[in-house]
Nanobody, 123 residues
Framework: VQLQGWGGLVQAGDSLRLSCAYS????????MGWFRQAPGKEREFVAA????????YYADSVKGRFAISRDNAKSTVYLQMNSLKPEDTAVYYC??????????????????WGRGTQVTVSS
Protein backbone atom coordinates (compact mmCIF):
# COMPACT_ATOMS: atom_id res chain seq x y z
CA VAL A 1 0.00 0.00 0.00
CA GLN A 2 1.43 3.35 -1.03
CA LEU A 3 0.19 6.77 -0.10
CA GLN A 4 2.60 9.30 -1.54
CA GLY A 5 2.25 13.06 -1.25
CA TRP A 6 4.30 16.01 -2.50
CA GLY A 7 4.74 19.36 -0.68
CA GLY A 8 7.01 22.37 -0.98
CA LEU A 9 8.36 25.71 0.26
CA VAL A 10 6.23 28.82 -0.28
CA GLN A 11 5.74 32.35 1.08
CA ALA A 12 2.87 33.59 3.21
CA GLY A 13 -0.17 34.31 1.09
CA ASP A 14 0.85 31.85 -1.60
CA SER A 15 -1.03 28.77 -2.72
CA LEU A 16 0.09 25.17 -2.93
CA ARG A 17 -1.64 21.98 -3.99
CA LEU A 18 -0.75 18.71 -2.35
CA SER A 19 -1.36 15.48 -4.20
CA CYS A 20 -1.51 11.99 -2.81
CA ALA A 21 -1.57 8.99 -5.09
CA TYR A 22 -2.72 5.76 -3.54
CA SER A 23 -1.95 2.33 -4.87
CA UNK A 24 -1.67 -1.25 -3.79
CA UNK A 25 -5.33 -1.71 -2.97
CA UNK A 26 -8.66 -0.16 -3.78
CA UNK A 27 -9.16 2.98 -1.72
CA UNK A 28 -12.07 4.20 -3.77
CA UNK A 29 -14.46 3.03 -1.04
CA UNK A 30 -12.40 4.69 1.72
CA UNK A 31 -12.70 8.20 3.05
CA MET A 32 -9.48 10.09 2.35
CA GLY A 33 -8.02 12.94 4.29
CA TRP A 34 -5.08 15.05 5.35
CA PHE A 35 -3.47 15.54 8.71
CA ARG A 36 -0.49 17.65 9.68
CA GLN A 37 2.11 17.70 12.41
CA ALA A 38 4.19 20.70 13.36
CA PRO A 39 7.40 20.34 15.39
CA GLY A 40 6.65 19.65 19.03
CA LYS A 41 2.92 19.28 18.41
CA GLU A 42 0.54 16.39 18.02
CA ARG A 43 -0.72 15.28 14.65
CA GLU A 44 -3.92 17.15 13.86
CA PHE A 45 -6.79 16.77 11.44
CA VAL A 46 -6.90 19.10 8.44
CA ALA A 47 -9.55 17.86 6.00
CA ALA A 48 -11.46 14.76 4.91
CA UNK A 49 -13.57 13.72 1.94
CA UNK A 50 -16.04 10.88 1.60
CA UNK A 51 -15.49 8.05 -0.87
CA UNK A 52 -18.08 9.56 -3.22
CA UNK A 53 -16.58 13.07 -2.83
CA UNK A 54 -20.05 14.23 -1.83
CA UNK A 55 -19.08 15.24 1.71
CA UNK A 56 -16.08 17.24 2.92
CA TYR A 57 -14.98 18.27 6.40
CA TYR A 58 -12.38 20.78 7.55
CA ALA A 59 -10.61 21.89 10.68
CA ASP A 60 -11.68 25.36 11.75
CA SER A 61 -8.14 26.63 11.27
CA VAL A 62 -8.22 25.94 7.51
CA LYS A 63 -11.89 26.37 6.68
CA GLY A 64 -12.33 28.79 3.81
CA ARG A 65 -8.66 28.55 2.79
CA PHE A 66 -8.15 24.86 2.01
CA ALA A 67 -10.14 22.58 -0.27
CA ILE A 68 -9.95 18.80 -0.46
CA SER A 69 -10.93 16.85 -3.55
CA ARG A 70 -10.39 13.41 -5.03
CA ASP A 71 -10.29 11.71 -8.40
CA ASN A 72 -11.05 8.03 -7.96
CA ALA A 73 -10.26 7.31 -11.61
CA LYS A 74 -6.72 8.54 -10.96
CA SER A 75 -6.57 7.17 -7.40
CA THR A 76 -5.50 10.59 -6.20
CA VAL A 77 -6.60 12.95 -3.45
CA TYR A 78 -5.73 16.64 -3.48
CA LEU A 79 -5.46 19.42 -0.94
CA GLN A 80 -5.59 22.91 -2.42
CA MET A 81 -4.13 25.32 0.11
CA ASN A 82 -4.67 29.04 -0.41
CA SER A 83 -3.71 32.10 1.64
CA LEU A 84 -1.04 30.08 3.40
CA LYS A 85 0.23 31.27 6.75
CA PRO A 86 3.47 30.51 8.60
CA GLU A 87 1.41 28.54 11.14
CA ASP A 88 0.47 26.13 8.33
CA THR A 89 4.08 24.94 8.35
CA ALA A 90 4.09 21.23 9.14
CA VAL A 91 4.59 17.78 7.76
CA TYR A 92 1.39 16.88 5.94
CA TYR A 93 0.16 13.30 5.81
CA CYS A 94 -2.50 11.89 3.56
CA UNK A 95 -4.61 9.19 5.11
CA UNK A 96 -7.31 6.65 4.37
CA UNK A 97 -10.10 5.59 6.67
CA UNK A 98 -12.78 2.93 6.52
CA UNK A 99 -14.71 4.77 9.23
CA UNK A 100 -16.03 7.48 6.95
CA UNK A 101 -15.11 11.11 6.41
CA UNK A 102 -17.15 12.52 9.30
CA UNK A 103 -15.34 10.26 11.77
CA UNK A 104 -11.94 11.00 10.30
CA UNK A 105 -11.14 13.94 12.55
CA UNK A 106 -8.81 11.97 14.79
CA UNK A 107 -5.68 9.96 13.99
CA UNK A 108 -7.24 6.91 15.65
CA UNK A 109 -9.77 6.72 12.78
CA UNK A 110 -7.06 6.32 10.15
CA UNK A 111 -6.32 2.87 8.71
CA UNK A 112 -3.50 3.85 6.34
CA TRP A 113 -0.98 6.70 6.42
CA GLY A 114 1.11 8.27 3.72
CA ARG A 115 4.79 8.92 4.35
CA GLY A 116 4.37 12.64 4.94
CA THR A 117 5.57 15.67 3.03
CA GLN A 118 7.02 18.90 4.37
CA VAL A 119 5.20 22.17 3.75
CA THR A 120 7.08 25.27 4.84
CA VAL A 121 5.49 28.72 4.72
CA SER A 122 7.91 31.60 5.17
CA SER A 123 6.76 34.99 6.44
Amino acid sequence: VQLQGWGGLVQAGDSLRLSCAYSGRTFNNYAMGWFRQAPGKEREFVAAISWSARFTYYADSVKGRFAISRDNAKSTVYLQMNSLKPEDTAVYYCAASASGAQAMNTPSAVNYWGRGTQVTVSS
